[in-house]
DNA sequence: GTTCTAGAAC
DNA sequence: GTTCTAGAAC
């Protein structure tokens, strides 16, 4: 768009003369050209060539006109059976509500927004000398970068019948010829236009998680998809989105930034992470195994209940055990409680709770990061009660990752089972494994019934239990180990997984084989398989050039890597040889801090498999590895904020990396560092060049491989706040104290 | 990826 | 005058 002859949406919709459809109620939201456009009314009367107008600015005989007096020249003309035309910077749902409200429940409301580059907008702004408005020069700049810190795209839920996106001279240009060409009774399609609907468009880490509805969620024009989606598909996404985007942060600044939203408060003035609590100890929730569906008795099972807590109480630390029922009524609560109480067992420690076991968190504000299953011995999701409920609970997710661990269980056995990030349980209540546990059966209609044997019985509830409580301890003691920063492997000991529990590949040391067999990386056997291994010794037709190491396939491009650009590629070739650097390998994976960090906490995954040098080379064989280096990220952005609960965590990979070998940034949302220093830094990490691990896990499994955005226009684009989106001239204004969203402008 | 630096922008 | 960007070299 040509900087030098702005748009002015007043000369745009002057030229139109007939704009028909009986009703239309046009509420132009402007953002972006605010000054240039100021707020102007305009009334087509129906089937009349002749146009009335105001400008909100000088309906008052020259003098500003007020939101009263729009309104009721407004309600005015609809009353006649005009169209109305409002051009009004309406920046948030607050101040647009009062308009929308105007046009009742026959009245069709429109919206029109003008969503042009901040930048632009300012640069015109700061130029403009005169002003109906009073704005002028630099001051300018200050209100539309206060505005765009409050602006709130218009959606339909808001009222709104049809929103039509313009990003450009060229949008403007369509929409005024669809509107042109309305005749009396024609009316147009509901819906978004010209952009998706604005909650699927958000992509900020911060804000995903929050599932802010009225978050705002601007996007600049190179980023906008440009396509008409079907309404229904825009929910669709909508709903997923909220979903999925909950799946990029720890849970702790998940519920943290609830809490937040309780309270009412500014996200931009404090972090979301501000309120972890850092001393949340370990927690296993567990059902009452047998009582239900197996028939136990309840008295005996709560004798062993409570025998059985009582003697792990003291092995296990800080860590709290949790007896849950799902009614009030329930019998085995009230005994266990009773006899918890008599014998001083500490409540803090062990207690009952009423409740959902997939809904702890969410529903009962009660943290656990561990939970039981009684299962079946097939591991199978499905029968009943809290088999059924967990399994659907955690989605296909822990079906997959119980499958890895084991193949069935036999009655009084347990196993823990590590739930991979993609599952619900682990975004929205926080659970990091569910052990699956299999006790006694008495009910005859159930596989292994004892016949009311109760002495064998009471012998398999006793090692159920036993065998959950150790398994917990191993995962409490695993996670332990892992927060103080060992390099030794997570796996349970061995002897957790052998007893009772038919593994794929049983004992332990078996299975860790097996995992790494799995996310294969072997360096000789090279990940993507033999074709690159030719390929890279023969010319490129292309180039006539031979591929060496120095000079690969990179995805189905040719990309060249510099000898700087090989550090990462070392360091993963041979991470026993660079301990300084390396914080933990596992997997196959390494984690190291970022050399040049850009935010105060800024970690690498590495995988240390040949052959995968950027997201242009994954593919689904690869699916495994992108969920292993997923989980060590969100393990580490779980470490990190342990120490710092303020922080703020996006997980995610470099559309076209500057580095060899695949790395995932675990990266702070404060980038409150030195070495931030210019605009591809920013936008490397702020625009959609920057792809959520999330995004990439779901695009290659669905997909087949990561989808990669234009590297040229994302990085040169425009800074903008990743909080308020509000656009700065350059970096050190982009990062200074003010004026931005922790400390809007108060000037003006 | 960083560093250096010419020259544009302020 | 200083600040900042952007391109080349590494």
């Given at each position: 768009m040509n900087e030098d002859e702005p748009l002015l949406v007043n000369e745009l919709f002057s030229n139109v003369l007939v704009i028909a459809a009986a009703l239309v109620f046009l509420i132009s939201y402007l953002f972006a050209v605010i000054r240039e456009v100021y707020g102007s009314f305009f009334f087509y009367p129906v089937n009349q060539t002749v146009v009335e107008f105001a400008l909100q600015d000088t309906i008052g005989n020259g003098k500003s006109g007020t939101k009263g007096q729009c309104l009721k020249a407004a309600a005015s003309a609809l009353k006649d059976g005009k169209s109305v035309f409002i051009d009004r910077c309406n920046l948030d749902r607050e101040q647009r509500a009062e308009f929308v409200k105007l046009g009742g429940t026959n009245i069709d409301v429109h919206s029109i927004v003008l969503d042009l580059p901040a930048k632009l907008c300012i640069s015109r702004s700061v130029k403009r000398t005169e002003h109906e408005g009073s704005l002028q020069g630099g001051k300018a700049a200050a209100v539309v970068n206060r505005m765009l810190q409050k602006k709130e795209l218009p959606k339909v839920s808001e009222g709104f019948a049809r929103i039509t996106f313009c990003q450009n001279e060229s949008d403007v240009q369509t929409c005024l010829n669809i509107y042109s060409a309305l005749g009396p009774l024609d009316t147009l399609p509901n819906g978004y236009f010209g952009q998706k609907n604005p909650d699927a468009k958000i992509q900020l880490g911060i804000m995903k998680f929050l599932k802010k509805a009225e978050v705002p969620a601007t996007n600049s024009p190179s980023d906008v998809n440009s396509s008409q989606p079907s309404l229904s598909s825009q929910i669709a996404e909508?709903?997923?989105?909220?979903?999925?985007?909950?799946?990029?942060?720890?849970?702790?600044?998940?519920?943290?930034?609830?809490?937040?939203?309780?309270?009412?408060?500014?996200?931009?003035?404090?972090?979301a992470g501000s309120h972890v609590s850092s001393n949340d100890a370990p927690t296993l929730a567990f059902p009452s195994i047998s009582t239900s569906d197996f028939q136990f008795n309840h008295e005996k099972a709560s004798d062993i209940i409570v025998d059985k807590v009582q003697e792990f109480l003291n092995k296990l630390g800080n860590a709290r055990l949790v007896l849950v029922d799902l009614s009030h009524g329930s019998k085995i609560l009230s005994l266990v409680k009773e006899k918890a109480a008599q014998k001083h067992i500490n409540s803090k420690k062990f207690f009952t709770h009423v409740g959902d076991i997939t809904r702890l968190y969410s529903e009962g504000g009660l943290r656990c990061n561990v939970i039981a299953n009684a299962a079946n011995w097939r591991l199978k999701p499905g029968g009943g009660g809290v088999n059924a409920a967990i399994f659907k609970a955690a989605g296909p997710a822990l079906e997959v990752a119980t499958k890895e661990q084991a193949q069935m269980l036999h009655p009084g056995n347990a196993v823990a089972v590590p739930l991979p990030s993609t599952s619900p349980l682990f975004s929205r209540e926080g659970i990091t494994h569910v052990i699956h546990v299999l006790g006694p059966n008495m009910n005859p209609q159930r596989p292994n019934c004892l016949h009311n044997d109760y002495i064998t019985g009471c012998e398999v509830l006793r090692n159920a239990y036993t065998s959950l409580f150790q398994e917990f301890a191993s995962v409490v003691k695993n996670q332990a180990k892992f927060s103080e920063g060992s390099d030794e492997n997570l796996l349970p000991n061995s002897s957790d997984y052998t007893k009772g529990v038919e593994t794929k590949h049983s004992p332990n040391s078996d299975q860790k084989s097996k995992r790494?067999?799995?996310?294969?990386?072997?360096?000789?056997?090279?990940?993507?398989?033999?074709?690159?291994?030719?390929?890279?010794?023969?010319p490129d037709s292309r180039t006539g050039k031979k591929h060496t190491n120095d000079d690969k396939i990179c995805g189905s491009m040719t990309k060249s890597w510099g000898s700087w650009a090989q550090g990462l590629y070392r360091i993963a070739m041979n991470p026993e040889r660079h301990k300084d650097v390396v914080l933990e390998t596992s997997d196959n994976v390494a984690v190291l801090n970022d050399l040049y960090p850009k935010a105060k906490r800024h970690l690498l995954v590495l995988t240390c498999c040949e052959g995968l040098d950027c997201l242009a080379d994954v593919r689904k064989e690869h699916l495994h590895l992108l969920r292993t280096m997923h989980d060590m990220g969100m393990l580490w952005a779980q470490k990190l904020l342990q120490e710092d609960g303020s922080l703020i965590f996006r997980l995610g990979y470099h559309s076209v990396p500057s580095m060899r070998q695949l790395h995932l940034h675990v990266i702070s949302q404060d980038f409150d560092s030195k070495h931030l220093k210019n605009k591809k830094h920013w936008n490397s990490f702020n625009t959609a060049f920057f792809r959520d691990s999330v995004d990439v896990i779901e695009d290659v499994s669905s997909h087949g491989k990561a989808t990669l955005r234009d590297e040229e226009s994302l990085l040169s684009m425009e800074l903008r706040c990743h909080r308020c989106r509000s656009a700065h001239p350059n970096i050190p204004r982009l990062k200074s104290p003010l004026p931005t969203c922790r400390a809007p402008s108060t000037s003006v």
């Open positions: 909508e709903n997923y989105s909220s979903y999925r985007h909950s799946e990029n942060v720890t849970p702790s600044t998940q519920s943290a930034a609830k809490e937040e939203l309780k309270e009412g408060e500014d996200l931009a003035v404090h972090s790494e067999d799995e996310h294969n990386c072997d360096r000789s056997k090279k990940c993507k398989g033999s074709q690159d291994e030719v390929e890279a010794n023969i």
